[in-house]
């Protein structure tokens, strides 16, 4: 089973002005073929489907505990597009009513590469990619064979960060949301792709680090990477469970060490999950009919609820 927690696995900068073009350009992330759906959906299944976990424990653990990390990422860059395409929060946004709605309010909706983001689902995200394209099953391989899986998941990992480093580069220092979570991304990213490459190590005794660069994207040269790696963040695996999935030390620590490219410090297995930061809270916009046209008796109620609650 999985466990909720109302907060992100790190903060995001609000944005500096509505770009739902750069929300679209984040969505790869998302829904894309290397996007954090195909990564959970991988993850995902191959957990449940996994034989012999009893006996096979440390590789079970690891494939079970990104899964919940990756259920994160999904959350993260959701989060990200909507800030994107939502912009920064108006005060007072949420009262009032949708006035005129007759004047076309959202003209430059019509515009965006990915008008469905405003038409369909109010700027929120959907797990489709940058050009709308529906996220789909097919991208989800679980052979049941334990190296061909962990092959498949490396590919996976060192494909999704090629994928980020893309989407970072075309966004501008004006989107400091979606450029925060390619940072972040491109540094967990690189714990799950070595992660995977030792536990192939583990098993077939073949080093990938000298087969192929593991993953060969220098993080000291992302400035929004920088936080994360002098805290340590690339060489930390979390179990993201109260006390399951401890099995992974076996594979993650033993003296080795970080990615080459990465700051040095000896692997890091964490129990539990991440501190995390605050999910923002998106300003409501009645003409646009969210959360409705006009919402002063739901707040009343939804106030009422809460004090009654306490």
Same mark, same amino acid.
């Given at each position: 089973?999985?466990?909720?927690?109302?907060?992100?696995?790190?903060?995001?900068?609000?944005?500096?002005?509505?770009?739902?073009?750069?929300?679209?350009?984040?969505?790869?992330?998302?829904?894309?073929?290397?996007?954090?759906?195909?990564?959970?959906?991988?993850?995902?299944?191959?957990?449940?489907?996994?034989?012999?976990?009893?006996? &096979?424990?440390?590789?079970? !653990?690891?494939? /079970?505990?990104?899964? +919940?990390?990756? @259920?994160?990422?999904?959350?993260? %860059?959701?989060?990200?597009?909507?800030?994107?395409?939502?912009?920064?929060?108006?005060?007072?946004?949420?009262?009032?009513?949708?006035?005129?709605?007759?004047?076309?309010?959202?003209?430059?909706?019509?515009?965006?590469?990915?008008?469905?983001?405003?038409?369909?689902?109010?700027?929120?995200?959907?797990?489709?990619?940058?050009?709308?394209?529906?996220?789909?099953?097919?991208?989800?391989?679980?052979?049941?064979?334990?190296?061909?899986?962990?092959?498949?998941?490396?590919?996976?990992?060192?494909?999704?960060?090629?994928?980020?480093?893309?989407?970072?580069?075309?966004?501008?220092?004006?989107?400091?949301?979606?450029?925060?979570?390619?940072?972040? &991304?491109?540094?967990?990213? !690189?714990?799950? /792709?070595?992660?995977? +490459?030792?536990? @192939?190590?583990?098993?077939?005794? %073949?080093?990938?680090?000298?087969?192929?660069?593991?993953?060969?994207?220098?993080?000291?040269?992302?400035?929004?990477?920088?936080?994360?790696?002098?805290?340590?963040?690339?060489?930390?695996?979390?179990?993201?469970?109260?006390?399951?999935?401890?099995?992974?030390?076996?594979?993650?620590?033993?003296?080795?060490?970080?990615?080459?490219?990465?700051?040095?410090?000896?692997?890091?297995?964490?129990?539990?999950?991440?501190?995390?930061?605050?999910?923002?809270?998106?300003?409501?916009?009645?003409?646009?009919?969210?959360?409705?046209?006009?919402?002063?008796?739901?707040?009343?109620?939804?106030?009422?609820?809460?004090?009654?609650?306490?």
């Amino acid at each position: 089973m999985f466990l909720r927690v109302d907060k992100l696995q790190v903060e995001l900068p609000a944005p500096k002005r509505q770009d739902p073009n750069a929300g679209a350009a984040l969505q790869e992330l998302l829904g894309g073929k290397y996007g954090e759906m195909s990564t959970l959906g991988n993850y995902m299944f191959q957990s449940f489907n996994f034989r012999s976990k009893s006996k &096979l424990r440390p590789f079970y !653990s690891l494939v /079970a505990a990104i899964t +919940a990390e990756e @259920l994160g990422h999904v959350e993260l %860059v959701s989060n990200g597009v909507a800030m994107l395409n939502n912009g920064p929060d108006v005060p007072g946004g949420d009262e009032g009513f949708g006035g005129d709605i007759s004047n076309a309010p959202f003209e430059a909706m019509k515009d965006i590469r990915s008008a469905a983001s405003f038409y369909s689902h109010a700027g929120g995200a959907v797990p489709v990619n940058s050009n709308s394209m529906s996220w789909n099953a097919d991208m989800v391989t679980t052979t049941g064979n334990v190296i061909v899986d962990l092959l498949h998941n490396f590919h996976l990992e060192c494909g999704a960060r090629l994928h980020k480093l893309r989407v970072y580069e075309s966004l501008t220092d004006a989107n400091i949301t979606g450029r925060e979570v390619c940072g972040y &991304l491109l540094v967990r990213g !690189s714990v799950h /792709a070595h992660a995977y +490459a030792l536990a @192939l190590k583990k098993i077939t005794g %073949v080093e990938l680090e000298k087969f192929l660069p593991t993953p060969n994207i220098p993080l000291g040269n992302i400035p929004e990477c920088q936080k994360y790696l002098a805290e340590g963040s690339h060489r930390r695996l979390y179990t993201f469970s109260p006390k399951d999935y401890e099995e992974m030390r076996g594979i993650w620590g033993g003296g080795e060490m970080a990615l080459p490219d990465d700051p040095p410090g000896e692997l890091e297995v964490v129990d539990g999950l991440p501190d995390g930061g605050k999910i923002h809270d998106l300003t409501g916009v009645p003409s646009a009919f969210t959360p409705d046209y006009a919402p002063e008796e739901m707040f009343e109620i939804a106030s009422k609820l809460y004090q009654k609650s306490r």
